[in-house]
């Protein structure tokens, strides 16, 4: 069966400055990954060089007739000393997207994926109170800098994973502190963060369309699990969601689901953890630390990806249904979605069994604009390290050449007929 996009749906492809570029030196992840107890696998070092093969990476991606590349710009080369610019590196993303535009593709821009400069990391990251304040002054120098080149931006990258990751110690990122005092401020930080970029984008820019690309997971739970899914959600999504109100469009980047079913004795034990301050400040990071299954650690019976995730293509479709009940009548783009694997014919179903279920959701009236798959080239994993292969193109690190993958080619004609085949 052929199953038609609506006309003018966005396909592209993503990445993020620091898992591409190589040699993020001025970075927090850069001096995260060379300390002494990194939990990092192992450094990003020249990454995959994209910084200086950009172009050649821009015209594979042309070839194989992917229209949109959403990447992103890194604010620590950008502002590598505090309120000091390099225009280097700003002439640099400008070359970048125009030779996106040159190569008739569209560039979609995420301005903080992940990184922060090593000076603003030193101060604790989100947790310095002027973060906010100084994401929103190197926003509106990219956007001033970019001009009429952008017609698309992403403001903060999954603010639900900075704030999980760095701050409650769950999955191995900068800062790496634990208490739940650090990561609720984290998120208070990165709602602000959220809603002065957008003002600034708007500001520079009121023609570009502009929105936070959200993490989200499809959950399920039985009653004793419920009190824990709804808390997840509150931390990792609708605290997010309350200030995107105002965003041009919803990204929804997903790649599993999460069952929460403890057994039944459990209840009241979770009920009184919810409701008790001091347990809930002690023992919820400690669990979480527990729990947080990354890594390729395989749960009994279920189908899982390399990432140790549920293998669970549709979820994609259950959080977009999500989002547009949050958002009535809001424009959502499908920011993120993907599979860590080694066998590529995997990744070929994955992405066309997500598509169908996404298809069903545009019959339904959900206004989904676009596609763009993570990622399009194998890549740094982040804690994880190299050994992830998330990309739709392989690249051999030793000779950084890079070799299509047939995912690659799927993709490529399903963006060029706007349909998927089932
Ligand atoms: C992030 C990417 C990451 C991907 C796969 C998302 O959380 O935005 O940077 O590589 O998931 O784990």
Redesign the pocket.
Known sequence: MRLEFPPGFMWGT?T?AH?VEGNNRSSDWWAWEHHPKTPVAEPSGDAIDQLNRYEDDIALLAGLGIPVYRFSTEWARIEPTEGEFDQSALDHYRRVTETVSEAGMTPMVTLN??TLPVWLGARGGWLSPDAPELLARYCSRVVEELGDLVDWYCTI??PG?VAFGGYVGAIGFPPGTTTMTEWDQAIEGLRRGLALSREAVKQSRPEAKVGA?H?MIEYESNDAGRPIMEFFRSQMEDRFFAVSGDDDFIGV?T?TRQTIAPPSWTAPIVKALAGNGALRKHALPRLIRNQANLGGEQKKGVRTTD?GYEYRPEAIAATVRRAAEVFPGKDIIVT?H?I?TTNDEERVEFMRDGLAALHAVIADGVPLRGYTH??AFD?F??ALGYR?Q?GLIGVDRETQERTPKPSAEFLGRVAQENAVEV
């Open positions: 993503a993020a898992q994926h992940f990258n999954e994973v690309t993490a980047q790649y990432m993120e993907g860590a993570w990622s890549n994993e982040w992830m998330f």
